[in-house]
């Protein structure tokens, strides 16, 4: 399974600036989108048992890709996916771990990360994903018919701790979001 580079820092990707201010969207990343649009949505695509994938393993303390709860979402502006959200949480976890994830459906993880005192945030990471990556083929079957014909893109990743559970989110960015900000400054100069 190809696994990606995930870095510290952003520059180390060769993001375009406006995508490098989106991977480095310092606090909730569904409150930024919203900030974007008139009308955000989650859609849930699945969340359910699943093997996690091997870039995943580690970074949720597990030696090699086991089961584990596995969501995944796309986030949409205004109608238009500009996130693919995955989303582990190893089956060791309990229920107190992570309280609210199981009912979550449509409503934003981040939601019930970004506001629970409990709640501790690790460090960003950012990879660029090439072809033959799994959350490649996992954006194209998401977005099917649509996808676009790109064979790389720009990720990043953190994990999460609340009491002993841990939790890993991945955001892929699809190249729409570039259009919020565009259609974020019309509106604002359509306005004046
Ligand atoms: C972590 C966040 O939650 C977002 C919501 C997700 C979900 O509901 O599955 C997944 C990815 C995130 O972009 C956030 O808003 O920053």
Redesign the pocket.
């Known amino acids: 399974m190809r696994r990606a580079r995930w870095l510290a820092h952003p520059a180390g990707v060769g993001a375009p600036a406006v995508m490098r201010d989106w991977l480095t969207t310092p606090?909730?990343?569904?409150?930024r989108l919203i900030a974007h649009s008139r009308q955000f949505r989650?859609q849930?695509l699945r969340q359910a048992g699943n093997v996690c994938l091997a870039d995943e393993a580690d970074a949720i303390g597990l030696a090699r890709p086991r089961r584990v709860w596995e969501?995944e979402?796309l986030?949409r502006c205004d109608g238009q996916p500009v996130?693919y959200?995955h989303?582990v949480v190893p089956m060791s976890a309990s229920a107190s771990d992570w309280p609210l994830f199981s009912a979550?459906g449509e409503?934003?993880?981040?939601?019930t990360?970004?506001y629970d005192p409990r709640v501790t945030r690790g460090a960003l990471e950012f990879a660029r994903l090439r072809p033959g990556h799994p959350l490649v083929a996992r954006v194209h079957a998401a977005l099917g018919r649509n996808a676009p014909a790109r064979d790389t893109y720009f990720a990043r990743r953190?994990v999460y701790r609340r009491r002993q559970g841990l939790l890993l989110?991945t955001?892929v960015f699809l190249p729409e979001v570039l259009d919020l900000e565009a259609a974020a400054f019309n509106m604002n100069t359509n306005t004046k």
Do not use: D, W
């Open positions: 606090g909730s990343l569904t409150a989650v849930k969501r979402v986030l996130v959200g989303t979550l409503r934003s993880l981040g939601t990360l970004f953190c989110v955001e």
